[in-house]
């Protein structure tokens, strides 16, 4: 789970983390305020993306065009996400702007810590154009961030950041996180450090334990996750509903191949029962640009005719005249065919022949 | 506590499995299927329940106490996501040589935790994984029963469902696995597309390789510079050709950061490597079949 | 540094272990006032040693006794140890009486819990007469106390300890303790559970970044801890100083063997300088019993030289007529020698000579 | 990170030795006596000094320069206590094989963690101890240079002083060493007695064992088993039988608790184990003496 910028600063302060002194508005009015207040500030777009900057979502603000900025900023959507709260800060004018973030490197199975002279710029862009910039130090998990790798990382950056690092090191850790980034990290006038910017990310396996609210929303996103199974929405018009990560993105690769185009991206995860297949056809045809189902099951720890059963119901409530394509296969799979031929749902074979009979159906007129 | 527990490849019909979590409702379930393939599960741990028997096999409350009793070597594990972790040190501590963490949603902070403590001693597969199986002798995971052939293919994957269903197709066409490991789509997962190669290429009864990955990480790219130094082919599979970039593809962690961890790179990097690249299942069944044929 | 019970009960409350309620006295009646107040009470002498109870100095009291076993209590000494504080507390009258502590097992390199279902008794004691009953588990120092562990201990003791295992755990490894028990840890009529005794113990090695007090004193040990030595008072009559504590117990089994008693041990450490072991002199021959002192110096990181100038200054300044015995070999021995040709002391060939001269030397009328 | 980077017994005059703390005052010291007596000291190690030299020896930042610089494999600290386990995790970090701490007064708790963290990768000596010599090769640590002569007694000891006094006493009298070992007197050390009499029982220049142990912990009781298993004889000398039990004798952390730890019991233990008990210095020299011309 992305944590917007204030909440992630409101973490950074918790730590002992300096971030400029601020406050959220969500009206232009309240942003103008605050920014009166703070004399010299910035309106800063509240939303979970990069490119905020690029797409004019930051803005520094004097007293008399706050105002008119921050209700710029509130009309303004970025990457498809609606602005609905801005973040006005005082402005820190840093004289330096340095990198320092902690991440996991999925092949060392450590923490990675990760400093660069290059702050305030896309850390990936600075990795591909100047590689001897970035400052990698792999932390062990069970021993922790040691002082000489901290001594080291603040010798090659030229400034001390020893103590925020360690304190980023405790919030990433304690708070269960992927990513902890302060980008940039701003020396300012009098030597001290500031967080410019704060982006983290939080395991969403670990949400259990952590406090963190999840954002409630009525997307077919949110509630696919609800009942414990991973949507996303894509451009095309085949709905796909497959148990499995891997297997879904087989199949989605051979719609395409077929010259379908999918229209999401759907994993029931193991042990899906009849509802739970109800519910995924629910929020996969909730989507008007669906024209044909591929419904792709590989039965073990789920089972076929708990599927067949959920499909069946499905079409017995709900009187959907989309035409849906069936593959399963393994535990329970004569009861499910069995379960399934009166309802006119069509059978596939396999994965490839389910594929080839979607994108069929879907460019019939 | 011992040093170097390294597995050997194979698990045998002879392998002492324990199954942590036995008295839930999949590790039962579960446990059956095992029993069913031919697995010698030799104990289940359940605290608070030991005593008991779940299909004949009795429960203990410990792992200590299940692998003082009966000599286990192995172990997979169905316990909960929140206690999953503490489950795999029990069982490292216990001196199990090889576990199997089946479990979901394991935090990842866990995993690497476990990880750590796993250096030079017990081999982890997982979490979030199906699991091993040596077909005609040895079901450690959650791998169906009917699936598999004895043969010489070694089949490595990330992924659960798509590797159920190529080995099925492998089997359908007359093609036996020597092995199949589905080492879990997590972001730090224990056994690595790396280490599961070096086996496979140490492995007297493996001639191929079928490698299934998917977009996210770059653990396919880490194993790709091993694939030329290998005297066996591998055959490799990669899907999340057509997931967009910067979304979430499923709880398997495959997340696409930037321009590395695309199923493009990937396949790039694998066929830069040395190995066939499959465009599909059944073009999986082709290449796999073409490249016994030449040896 | 032991701790008092009292200030380790404290500890205890900060890491959310329970304890009785009660208050520290330093005179009979604020005592007799306290134990006023709780009703049922105990009052306990605040002594660094084991063997209080047994010594009369924990008692049950009611408010007609309460004043009269405070002024007894205040009166004693305790293994040559003076009674200067009493903790008054409420008494708990517990159901059952558990052992629950963690120390350091040198073996294995690890700490170790240790529980047992004998508690109030000496641990020790307990391990010989049932060693069934002695439950150990090592904890990795780096992965910390694991779940299934105190699960197992909860278990095979009857008792959920888990949560006051976790809490003292924690208190251990954060006030680098090298001992934590609570003897007994009594299982009360709710069935809550209660620290009734607290032992702590912490690592001199970390008092540097530990907020404990060192007690202030102006015994000889503390003053040759204050000079960054080691002292033990003992009960012969051949001052001892040695660098190293190796060579200091052997020069003392030496003695011994040639049928002298040591007065003290002292381990001046490595790098001891002229005034170390002047201060190191002062300190030996302030105990009145002292008729003779070996000097037995192995010079490495310590210089020789230094040595014979510290030793030379003090009889210079200090015109004390007791013989002295000195063996120096290594770094700067020659120059060593040279210094004390004309102070008068003694001089030793070996370990072995040293200990054959100054023992009769002391023997001397 | 390498598993296994276990040292061999003889530290050798190739051994290529880093001073961690080099510029400090007993750093610097003890790196010239070191020098004299002919060890291969490659680097110093102090942040911030990179680029100096002392004694013509150049200093780096951090450990993992030095041995990129200079391919060190073996390292000596001498930083303050506080900053002790910080040294040893670099060392460990940068590849280094064998660490020697002889920094005094480092929290038992740090040593608890470093042992850990160098389970199956460096192998340490200390902290708080005199190091290891093999006379005419290499010293790494801080025994007087005059007191050692080659030989075949290989000698192991908790305590400084009174090892160079057993050292120069065998020297004395003619009796040459093969390597001595001052393993410190922590309570919790990195190399114990029982590491030490297997590195001697496999090392082909040692015919004898010298074992100097004192009261406190049970470290000599649990080397005790292993000398009835050597084909080599050991005689061991144990100091601390006038001290009174429940006293604290020095910081070497030799704390007498209830009947485990004395001097008798370890003498006890050590005798019945095989091992021939000296009763002082001269006696020592005598067994010594008696046992190699047995041989």
Not at chain 1, 284 to 293: F, G, I
Not at chain 2, 62 to 67: H, I, L, N, P, R
Not at chain 2, 229 to 236: D, F, L, N, Q, Y
Request: with cysteine; charged share 25%; proline share 4%.
């Amino acid at each position: 789970m992305k944590l917007y910028e204030f909440v992630a600063k409101q973490l950074f302060r918790k730590y002992g983390i300096a971030t400029p002194e601020g406050e959220v508005a969500d009206t232009p009015e309240s942003a103008a305020q605050i920014a009166g207040r703070l004399g010299r500030a910035v309106i800063k777009a509240q939303v979970l993306t990069g490119g905020r900057g690029k797409a004019g979502g930051i803005a520094p603000v004097t007293q008399s065009n706050a105002l008119e900025t921050a209700k710029r900023i509130l009309g303004m959507s970025i990457r498809g996400l609606q602005v609905r709260k801005l973040l006005v800060e005082e402005d820190k004018s840093p004289e330096k702007e340095l990198y320092l973030g902690i991440t996991i490197d999925r092949g060392k199975r450590r923490p990675v810590l990760i400093a660069s002279r290059l702050g305030g710029v896309d850390i990936e862009e600075a990795a591909r154009k100047a590689p001897g910039s970035i400052i990698r130090t792999h932390i062990d998990p069970l021993a922790g961030l040691f002082d000489y790798q901290v001594r080291t990382v603040s010798r090659r950056l030229g400034t001390d950041v020893g103590d925020v690092a360690f304190r980023l090191y405790r919030l990433f850790i304690e708070r269960d996180c992927t990513l902890a980034e302060i980008n940039p990290l701003g020396v300012v006038a009098d030597g001290s450090l500031c967080a410019l910017d704060a982006k983290i990310t939080v395991d969403d396996s670990a949400l259990f334990r952590q406090p963190f609210m999840e954002e409630e929303s009525g997307s077919p996103e949110a509630i696919a996750k609800k009942h414990g199974m991973s949507y996303v929405a894509l451009d095309g018009n085949i709905g796909c509903i497959v148990n499995g990560a891997g297997l879904a993105m087989a199949s989605m690769d051979l719609i395409k191949g077929f010259g379908g185009e999918p229209a999401n991206f759907m994993d029931v995860r193991g042990g899906a029962g009849a509802e739970d297949v109800a519910d995924a056809l629910s929020i996969v045809t909730s989507n008007p640009n669906v024209r044909a189902v591929l419904v792709n099951i590989f039965g073990g720890i789920t089972r076929c005719d708990e599927i067949a059963v959920g499909i069946r119901d499905f079409r017995r409530r709900m009187d959907i005249r989309l035409p849906v394509v069936v593959r399963l296969t393994g535990t329970g799979e004569a009861e499910a065919r069995r379960l399934l031929l009166s309802t006119g749902v069509i059978a596939a074979d396999s994965s490839e022949d389910g594929a080839r009979q979607v994108v069929a159906l879907a460019h019939q007129p | 506590m011992a040093q170097g527990r390294w597995w050997l490849l194979l698990i045998s019909r002879d392998t002492r499995v324990i199954v942590q979590g036995m008295t839930g409702k999949a590790g039962s379930f579960q446990a059956r299927q095992m029993l069913e393939f031919g697995t010698n599960i030799v104990a289940g741990v359940s605290p608070g329940r030991g005593g008991e028997e779940v299909h004949g096999v009795p429960v203990f409350d410990s792992v200590e106490e299940g692998v003082a009793e009966t000599g286990a070597d192995a172990s997979v594990i169905f316990v909960p996501a929140r206690s999953a972790a503490d489950a795999l040190f029990e069982a490292d501590d216990a001196g199990i040589g090889l576990v199997v963490c089946i479990t979901e949603g394991v935090p990842v902070k866990d995993t690497m935790r476990v990880c750590r403590y796993f250096e030079g001693r017990a081999r982890l597969i997982g979490p979030n994984c199906p699991g091993i199986t040596v077909p005609g002798e040895c079901k450690i995971g959650i791998m169906p029963n009917g699936i598999h052939l004895p043969g010489r293919v070694g089949v490595v994957s990330r992924s659960g469902t798509l590797t159920y269903e190529l080995v099925e197709l492998l089997t359908r066409n007359g093609i036996g696995q020597s092995t199949s490991i589905g080492i879990g789509g997590d972001p730090v997962p224990g056994m690595s597309f790396l280490d599961a190669l070096s086996l496979f290429e140490k492995d007297e009864k493996t001639d191929a390789v079928l490698l299934v990955g998917e977009i996210g990480g770059t653990s396919e790219e880490d194993a790709a510079g091993f694939i030329h130094k290998m005297s066996k082919p591998v055959i490799a599979y990669v899907v999340g050709i057509t997931a967009p970039p910067e979304k979430t593809m499923g709880h398997a962690g495959a997340i696409i950061s930037g321009r590395s961890g695309t199923a493009q790179d990937k396949i790039y990097a694998l066929e830069k490597g040395g190995a066939m690249i499959a465009s599909g299942p059944g073009d999986v069944v082709e290449k796999v079949k073409r490249t016994l044929a030449k040896n």
